[in-house]
């Protein structure tokens, strides 16, 4: 095969690289597929019946019209081939094996009931508001817009959190499940450390403060601040060494203090 300059090229090398281009083309459907499960429950199906899961019983217990039951296999195959979750043989009451969905590791997270769950941060990121702005990328490379979600929507981030309540709470619930990680991590006592020995510390962009909250009740002698945007801060109740300020980061001073703490989203 030959390049239009002419060159002949490496048939192994030209399938690799083929094959890497067309692994970004579908990789979308892996993350819609995955965002599907979620949605019809799968994960939790399978962590109540609590061992593995033949594809009969994970039919009978999701929220799926008849006709589509032949295709929970195919969805199941393409969460397998990505190592959401994996297979088992178990024998079953007529003492035949068969196979059974069992989940992983990384399966684990998408549990409701999982404090460190990521299913809130998952439907966020992947709402058709927040994917819209990628469908006009390039659009935004052509004109002067500040952002491409402005570009998509109209208004600032912001704006549209402000206007839309319930997507401002999707988003507020999405950094939250994050932070409730981070601030596990940040609180282990590999890490802890870092925190010793300060008076005072602000949480700048902190959302509803789930990690400042985790710091707070670790170091009851600090004193920490969570600054954020009054449509985020408003209505939400400090203790003895946590409070609540608003502001812009981007236009008021930060509130002074010993640490700052900037999480990156």
Known sequence: MEFQSGEKADNA???KAHNHVWNHILSVKKTLSLKCAVELGIPDAMHNYGKPMPLSQLIAS???HPSKTSFIHRLMRILIHSGIFTTENVTNDNNEVESGYVLTDSS?????????SVTSLMLFSLSPVTIKPWHHLSDWFKNDDLT???TAHGMTFWEYTDSVPEYGQSFNDGMASDSRFVSSLLLDDKC???FEG???????GGGTGTVAKAIAESFPNLKCSVFDLPSVVA?????DNLEYIAGDMFVDPIPPSHAILLKQK
């Open 192 to 194: 802890k450390g870092v």
């Open 235 to 239: 209505g939400l109740q400090g203790t």
């Open 148 to 150: 491409a979600f402005g």
């Open 62 to 64: 999701l929220p799926i």
């Open 13 to 15: 090398k030209f399938l």
């Open 198 to 204: 300060l008076e005072s510390l602000v949480d700048v």
């Open 108 to 116: 684990m997270f998408l549990l409701k009931n999982n404090p460190f």
